[in-house]
C-alpha cells in the first residue's frame, strides 16, 4: 500500500510538463469506467496527436472554463481531429477549448447522447482555407444536444451535424466560419437562440447525395440572430459550402420538411434566406434514391431588413441580382424547382419587410446569353402557407 | 522515470481491475508472458500452435517490414467466411510484428524490431493490444497509450528515410479495425491467404496448410477461391486488379459500409461496383482543405486531378490518407493508383 501512495505522488508530480499532459489524458481515456468524470486541467496544453474515446458511456469530459482549459493543436503531428469520440453512449463535453487542429476540431460519430457545453472551437489565425473543416463535428449521432459554445474560424462549417437524429443547438455562437452552423442529412433537429453573424452563411440545411443516411427530415430554425454574414467565402474549392454567396444568411439545399421562423435575419448582402434545389451545384447525380428537389419549406413570422447595397459580386447568382435589382436585393430568394410530386414546395407567409424573388432557373437559364432577369418573378402568391403559422411574441 | 512509472501504473492496473470490465484483463503486460515464441524473443520463433502466415495485398506501414502469426486455442477451428474475415474461436490471437532493417533492400540484416501488436479473440470480442520493444531488444511492453519513436532506415532507392514512427494507442487499434461498432481482423481473408508460402518444411498454399493442420472447418475447392493479387508484382493480377487490391487493403477497411469512413460515401472494398461510391466524378462531402482545390475523389485519367492521389501524396495530418499509421508517402502505391487512374476513360 504505501508503494502505491509513493508511485501515485509520483504521477501527479511527474505530469505537470505539457507532453506528459497528453499521454495521461489519453490514458485515461482509454480506461475511464462508466461515471466517470475525467478534468483537463487548467493552462494551455500543447498536444500533437489527436485525442481518442473509443467505446465508453456515461462519461463526462471537463475543463475549468473554455478560457481557462485549452487544448491547443497547432503543433499536431498525428490524427485529423483534436478530439474524436467513436461508438459511445452519455458524453458529455464541458467548458474547455480546442484550438488550431488540422482537421475537425471535435468530431464524434456512432454516439447515441453526445453533449457539446461551453466548449469553443476555434482557429486563432483568422478565416483560412488551411483551417480545420469543421468546428464541432457530431456525424451519425443520436441525441445531439450543443449548446453555449462557440465556434470561430472553420473553413467548412463551425457547428456541423450531419447524419444525425434528435438535434439541438441552441444559445451558441458561429463567426468567421465559412457556414456558422450547418445541418446535414439530419432528422429532428431544433436550431434556436444562437447568434451566426460574421461568416459567409449563417445558417444551411442540407441534403446531399450519395450518403449514408439518404434524408433529411424535420428541421426546425428559429429565433436565432443571424447578421452579417458578409465574409468571403475562404473554403478550399472542391468544398460544396464554396458555392455559398457571401452575404448568406439561411440556406437550404435540397431538404424536405423545413421551418425556417421567427428568426431576425438582417445584413446579409446577397441573399437573406435560399431556397435552392441540388441543380443549382451542376454536380453530376448517380444517386437513384437522391431527392435533388427542396419540399415543404416554410418560412415565417421571421424579420428581415437589409442595408441597401450591392450583393456580392464574386458569383454570377451575385451579379444576376445586381443587374435585376441594383442595391435593394430581395431577402427570399427561390431558385423556383418544386418537386412535381409533392404539393407544398415552398410556403411564405408574414415575413416582416421581406421581398421575394423566384428564380425559375429551369426556364431562365436553358441559354446562359437568354434574357432571363427580366423573367425573375416577386409573386409570391403561389407560396402561400396552406396551415396557418400563428404569430408569436417571444422573437427577437 | 515517467516511463518507469508509467509501467508501474499499469502493472497495479493489471490487478486493480481483474475483475472489473476494464478491457485490459486480457492482456498480459509482457509479450514473453504470452509464450507465442520460443528461444531468443526477438527471434520470433513460433512456438507449437503459432503459425506465421502472409496476406497476398499488404497495407503499407512507412514501408516496416511486417512477420504475422496465428494461434488458435488446441483443437479449435476457424469457420470459413467467402468474401469476409473468418470467424475464429474465442482464445484465438492473430500477432503482427513491425521491424526495419538498417536498409530495407536487405530485409532480414540489422533488424530493430519496432512493435507487435496482438489481436486477440476474447469473451467479449476482438481487442487489439500493443506491445513496444524495448531498446535492447529483449522483451516488449504493453503501451495502451501508444508510443512516438525515432526511426531512420535505408529506402529502396538508396537513401536516408528518418521519421517519427507511431505505435498507435489502445482506441486507434479500433479506429482502423471497426466494423459495425465490433473490432474485426481485417487481414485474414480467403483471397488475401491464397497464395504459396515458404513454411521450413517445404512450400504450400496457406488455406490448404490451414486444411491440413485442420485449422479451418468448411474449406471450399482451393480453385474456387479468388486471389487478390500482391499489388508489388505486375506478373500477378491486371493494373486494375492490383490498384483495387492496394485500395482496399490500404482505404477499405474504414471506407466501407459500416465502418467510420462510410460517412463520405465513398466506398472502396473490392467488391463495390458503383462507380460514383468508387470516387469516379465523385465531389467530396467532408473534406475540408484535403480537397487541394480539386473537384471530384477520382478524375479518371487525371490522377493530378483526383483527391484520392492528392491525400496519398500529403503528410499533413489534416490532408492525408489513411488518417493513422502512415508517416511515410508509399510511392509504388501511388504510382499503382496513377496509373490506373490514368488509364481510365474519361466520359
Known amino acids: 500500500m504505501r508503494y502505491l501512495f509513493t508511485i501515485l505522488a509520483l504521477i501527479l508530480t511527474t505530469k505537470i510538463s505539457a507532453s506528459d499532459i497528453e499521454k495521461d489524458l489519453q490514458t485515461q481515456f482509454i480506461l475511464a469506467e462508466p461515471g466517470d468524470t475525467i478534468i483537463i486541467p487548467e493552462g494551455l496544453h500543447d498536444i500533437i496527436g489527436t485525442l481518442s474515446i473509443d467505446g465508453k458511456k456515461d462519461l463526462i469530459i471537463r475543463g475549468y472554463g473554455m478560457d481557462k482549459s485549452i487544448l491547443s493543436f497547432i503543433n499536431q503531428v498525428e490524427g485529423a481531429q483534436g478530439i474524436s469520440i467513436t461508438n459511445s453512449s452519455n458524453i458529455t463535453l464541458e467548458d474547455f477549448t480546442v484550438r488550431d487542429s488540422k482537421g475537425d476540431a471535435i468530431k464524434t460519430q456512432y454516439v447515441d447522447g453526445i453533449i457539446f457545453r461551453g466548449i469553443t472551437a476555434e482557429w486563432t489565425g483568422g478565416p483560412k482555407p488551411s483551417n480545420g473543416a469543421y468546428g464541432l463535428y457530431p456525424v451519425q449521432c443520436t441525441n445531439v444536444l450543443i449548446e453555449f459554445c462557440i465556434a470561430i474560424g472553420a473553413s467548412d462549417a463551425g457547428i456541423y451535424v450531419g447524419q444525425s437524429k434528435d438535434i439541438i443547438v441552441r444559445n451558441s455562437k458561429a463567426f468567421h466560419n465559412v457556414a456558422g452552423i450547418e445541418i446535414e442529412n439530419s432528422i429532428n433537429a431544433k436550431v434556436y437562440e444562437n447568434h451566426s453573424y460574421e461568416n459567409t452563411g449563417g445558417i444551411l440545411v442540407f441534403d446531399l447525395p450519395d450518403l449514408v443516411q439518404i434524408k433529411g427530415d424535420n428541421i426546425h430554425v428559429y429565433q436565432n440572430l443571424i447578421e452579417n454574414n458578409n465574409l468571403n467565402n475562404f473554403a478550399p474549392p472542391g468544398n460544396i459550402v464554396g458555392n455559398i454567396l457571401p ?23 446577397s441573399v437573406g434566406t435560399g431556397i435552392v434545389s441540388y441543380f443549382i451545384t451542376e454536380e453530376p447525380m448517380t444517386d437513384k434514391t437522391y431527392n435533388p428537389y427542396t419540399s415543404n419549406i416554410h418560412i415565417y413570422n421571421n424579420n428581415f431588413d437589409r442595408k441597401v447595397g450591392l450583393p456580392t459580386l464574386d458569383y454570377e447568382i451575385g451579379q444576376l441580382m445586381a443587374i435585376k435589382y441594383g442595391r435593394t436585393i430581395p431577402d427570399i430568394i427561390y431558385d423556383g424547382m418544386q418537386d412535381p410530386n409533392v404539393s407544398e414546395g415552398l410556403c411564405l407567409q408574414n415575413n416582416i419587410e421581406a421581398k421575394f424573388t423566384n428564380l425559375d432557373i429551369e426556364h431562365n437559364f436553358k441559354n446562359w446569353y437568354s434574357p432571363f432577369i427580366s423573367n425573375f418573378s416577386e409573386d409570391k402568391s403561389d407560396f402561400k402557407c396552406i396551415s396557418n403559422h400563428n404569430i408569436s411574441s417571444n422573437s427577437y | 522515470m515517467y516511463k518507469v512509472v508509467c509501467k508501474a501504473l499499469t502493472a497495479l492496473l493489471f490487478i486493480g481491475f481483474a475483475f472489473s470490465s476494464n478491457p485490459l484483463k486480457y492482456a498480459k503486460p509482457k509479450l514473453s508472458d504470452y509464450g507465442f515464441f520460443v528461444g531468443d524473443l526477438a527471434k520470433q520463433q513460433p512456438s507449437e500452435n503459432v503459425l506465421p502466415y502472409e496476406v497476398s495485398a499488404k497495407l503499407f506501414s512507412d514501408y516496416a517490414i511486417k512477420s504475422r502469426f496465428v494461434v488458435l486455442p488446441k483443437g479449435e477451428q476457424i469457420l470459413y467466411q467467402s468474401n469476409e474475415e473468418f470467424i475464429y474461436p474465442v482464445g484465438s490471437t492473430l500477432i503482427k510484428s513491425f521491424h526495419y532493417p538498417t536498409d530495407i533492400r536487405y530485409p532480414e540484416k540489422n533488424i530493430r524490431l519496432m512493435e507487435t501488436r496482438l489481436l486477440i479473440n476474447t469473451p467479449e470480442g476482438w481487442i487489439g493490444y500493443p506491445y513496444v520493444w524495448n531498446k535492447t531488444q529483449t522483451e516488449a511492453f504493453l503501451e495502451i497509450a501508444g508510443e512516438r519513436l525515432d526511426v531512420s532506415f535505408i529506402n529502396n532507392q538508396g537513401n536516408k528515410e528518418s521519421f517519427n514512427y507511431s505505435v498507435p494507442n489502445f482506441n486507434q487499434c479500433k479506429g482502423c479495425h471497426v466494423n459495425q461498432n465490433k473490432m474485426k481482423p481485417i487481414g485474414t481473408k480467403a483471397r488475401l491467404l491464397n497464395h504459396e508460402y515458404e513454411y521450413p518444411e517445404g512450400s504450400m498454399n496457406q488455406l490448404k496448410k490451414w486444411s491440413i493442420l485442420d485449422m479451418i472447418n468448411n474449406l471450399p475447392e482451393i480453385s474456387t477461391i479468388s486471389h487478390t493479387p500482391n499489388y508489388n508484382d505486375p ?34 472494398n473490392i467488391e463495390e461496383k458503383n462507380k460514383t461510391r468508387l470516387g469516379i466524378y465523385k465531389p467530396p462531402v467532408a473534406a475540408g482543405r484535403a480537397t487541394g482545390n480539386l473537384k471530384y475523389t477520382i478524375s479518371p485519367g487525371s490522377p493530378e486531378k483526383s483527391i484520392m492521389i492528392k491525400r496519398m501524396l500529403s503528410k499533413d495530418p489534416g490532408i492525408m490518407m489513411p488518417e493513422l499509421g502512415r508517416k511515410l508517402v508509399h510511392k509504388e502505391g501511388v504510382e499503382l493508383v496513377s496509373q490506373w487512374i490514368k488509364n481510365m476513360k474519361k466520359n
Open chain 1, 247 to 269: 452575404g448568406t444568411g439561411v440556406m437550404i439545399l435540397a431538404a424536405d420538411n423545413v421551418h425556417i421562423y421567427e428568426n431576425t435575419i438582417r445584413n446579409n448582402k
Open chain 2, 235 to 268: 506478373n500477378d493480377g491486371t493494373l486494375e486488379e492490383r490498384a483495387r487490391g492496394w485500395i482496399d487493403i490500404n482505404c477499405a477497411h474504414c471506407h466501407r459500409l459500416g465502418a467510420p469512413g462510410e460517412t463520405s460515401g465513398l466506398f472502396l
